[in-house]
């Protein structure tokens, strides 16, 4: 938890919105899970979790077009040239605008 605050994935709560009514704010449950070692967690979001109104983000997103070519044809594209980049992105993940 503390690196997301650090990355500014999430913010504390301020004392005086602790207790605003369940239908102006939501707060995304989440919970640890160990990976198989067990020394270390990673945070799981609930986006299926609904809020007092029923809704739940994952039913609030907006399902857009494909934009990931299929595959087989990224499979093939990667393979056809000598020297082949791959690039660490986990950390963008969490966080997007």
Known sequence: MEDY???SHM???PENEIDVPANSSFYL???PVPNKSGDKFRVVFDGSAKSSTG???NYKLM?????QT????ILI?????KIAMT????KCIGKSY
């Open 77 to 81: 594209h990667f393979r056809m040239h």
């Open 70 to 73: 299929d595959l087989t044809t």
């Open 11 to 13: 913010e504390l709560i």
């Open 29 to 31: 449950p989440h919970h």
């Open 87 to 90: 690039a660490d992105i986990e």
């Open 63 to 67: 399902v857009g077009p494909q934009l």
């Open 55 to 57: 809704v739940s983000l």
């Open 5 to 7: 605050l650090k990355l």
